[in-house]
C-alpha cells in the first residue's frame, strides 16, 4: 500500500464519521473536495474535529496550507473545530488560540484530551503505516 | 448612430450571459445574493463579488462584516432539477504542503542504484510554505517525501567543503 495522507472528520464525541480516502491524495497532500465539504456542511452541528495525517515517523506540525484550510473551514461552518495532525507514532491537536486577540499565535496546541479516539489505528493504517516500519 | 448599435449590441449580448445564483457559506449560514452574478466569471471576480455583497449586508441571513475569502474557493453548479446554475463560494478543504510546494527550483539528482529518488524541489516562495519556516527543500523517493530546512542543507555543504 502506498503511503497517503488521509483524512479523518469526527463528531463531537470523538467518533469517526467520515473516512476521507480519496484516489487522487499522495504522500504530502489531500485536494480541496465538494465531497469532504459537503459532509462537513451537512453535519456542521455535529462535527467537533477533522483529522489527517503527515505520514512517516516522528513529530508534526501543521503546514501554512493545514492552517489556511482550518481558518477557512471554521469561518465557514461558524464554530471552531479541533485538528489532530499525525505521524505514524506521534499526534498533535492543533486549536484556534483564545488568545491570538491579545498578541499570541493564532494557533495553538491544545493539552491533554479528555476524549478518547478510536480511529487512530485506522487511520494510520489507511495512511500506509502497516508498509512503512519505524526507522 | 454607431452609439446606439454598439450598445445594441452590449445589450444582446448582456442578455445572453449566463447568469447564476451566488451562494456563500459564512459563519454556519448559507446565504443567498439577491443578484445574480456571471457563471463564467473567474474566481477572482466572484470573490470580488462575493466580498462586497457581505461588508454591503446585501446577503439574508449574512451579517455586514469585512471577510477575507482568499482561502475559499469557487464552485460552479450547472442548473439542474429546475434549479438555476449556482455559484458557491464556500471554504477550501486541502490539506498538506510540501508535495503541493510551488517549484521555484529544481534540482538536478544523481541516481544511486535501488533508490527511486523522483525528484528534488525547493519551496522559497513565502505564501505556499509555512509563514514562520524557512525555505524547504522537498526530496521525494517513491510514495514517500521528506522535507528539509534549506539552510541545513547548505551548513552540511560548508562543512563538507571545509573538510
Known amino acids: 500500500m502506498a503511503v497517503l495522507e488521509t483524512i479523518v472528520v469526527f463528531d463531537l464525541n ?16 489531500v485536494p480541496d473536495s465538494d465531497d469532504l465539504w459537503d459532509f462537513l456542511w451537512e453535519n456542521r452541528h455535529r462535527v467537533g474535529g477533522y483529522a489527517h495525517t503527515h505520514p512517516g515517523y516522528g513529530g508534526v506540525r501543521p503546514s501554512g496550507i493545514d492552517l489556511t484550510t482550518f481558518d477557512a473551514i471554521e469561518k465557514g461552518l461558524g464554530k471552531h473545530l479541533l485538528w489532530p495532525i ?12 483564545p488568545l491570538f486577540d491579545k498578541g ?7 493539552g491533554p484530551l479528555t476524549v478518547e479516539f478510536d480511529w487512530i489505528d485506522e487511520l494510520r493504517r489507511l495512511s500506509g503505516s502497516e508498509d512503512s516500519p519505524p526507522p | 448612430m454607431a452609439d446606439d448599435i454598439l ?22 449560514e448559507l446565504g443567498e445574493s439577491p443578484d445574480t452574478i456571471p ?3 473567474s474566481d477572482e471576480e466572484i470573490k470580488r463579488w462575493a466580498t462586497e455583497a457581505i461588508s454591503g449586508g446585501t446577503i439574508p441571513g449574512i451579517d455586514a462584516q469585512e471577510v477575507d475569502f482568499t482561502n475559499y474557493t469557487v464552485r460552479r453548479l450547472p442548473a439542474k432539477d429546475g434549479l438555476p446554475d449556482r455559484v458557491f463560494v464556500r471554504p477550501k478543504t486541502e490539506v498538506g504542503g510540501p508535495a503541493h510546494l510551488e517549484v521555484k527550483c529544481k534540482v538536478p539528482v544523481f541516481r544511486e542504484e ?10 522559497t516562495d513565502p505564501v505556499r510554505r509555512h509563514p514562520d519556516g524557512p525555505i524547504q527543500v522537498q526530496i521525494v523517493i517513491g510514495d514517500q517525501s521528506v522535507v528539509v530546512k534549506a539552510d541545513s542543507l547548505a551548513a552540511a555543504l560548508a562543512n563538507a567543503v571545509n573538510c
Do not use: Q
Open chain 1, 104 to 110: 499570541g499565535a493564532k494557533w495553538t496546541l491544545a
Open chain 2, 39 to 41: 457563471f463564467d466569471a
Open chain 1, 86 to 97: 499525525l505521524s505514524f507514532d506521534k499526534m498533535v491537536c492543533v486549536v484556534r488560540n
Open chain 2, 7 to 28: 450598445n445594441a449590441a452590449d445589450d444582446i449580448l448582456a442578455s445572453d450571459e449566463r447568469m447564476a445564483v451566488l451562494t456563500v457559506a459564512l459563519d454556519g
Open chain 2, 114 to 123: 535501488g533508490v527511486d529518488v523522483r525528484y528534488i524541489e525547493v519551496n
Open chain 1, 14 to 29: 470523538g467518533k469517526a464519521i467520515y473516512w476521507h480516502t480519496p484516489n487522487d491524495r499522495s504522500a504530502g497532500y
